[in-house]
């Protein structure tokens, strides 16, 4: 039986409205190869849940508002890196200037 009771973080930022809901540590699991939690603050949407920042008892609520701003930057609205170069197009030498098809 659970020994924590769940704390919800409700909060806007940038338009949008986020969740973040608390869960308890967990231990793991030798059998299915999962590895222990500490408690930790998920952000939940769509039915999923994503790890954000470690659970604190002792954090106030503008303590944790803060640092669910601050994951939210890192990695929600984190610049997506550029895509790569494009591959460079194999040489031309070998078309025919005519048709643009190789000789047979």
């Not at 806007?12 to 999962?34: C, I, M, Q, W």
């Not at 930790?40 to 508002?65: C, D, H, K, M």
């Amino acid at each position: 039986m659970a020994s924590m009771k769940h704390e919800q973080c409700r909060l806007t930022h940038r338009g949008r409205t986020f969740h973040f809901v608390s869960y308890e540590a967990e231990d793991a699991n030798p059998d299915k190869k999962l590895p222990g939690r500490p408690p930790t603050w998920y952000l939940v949407s769509s039915n999923n849940r994503w790890p954000a920042i470690p659970y604190l008892p002792e954090q106030t609520a503008t303590e944790v508002e803060a640092q669910c701003v601050a994951w939210l930057e890192a990695v929600v609205f984190a610049a997506a890196p550029p895509p790569p170069a494009a591959a460079p197009e194999p040489p031309q030498r070998f078309l025919r200037p005519d048709t643009g098809v190789a000789p047979i």
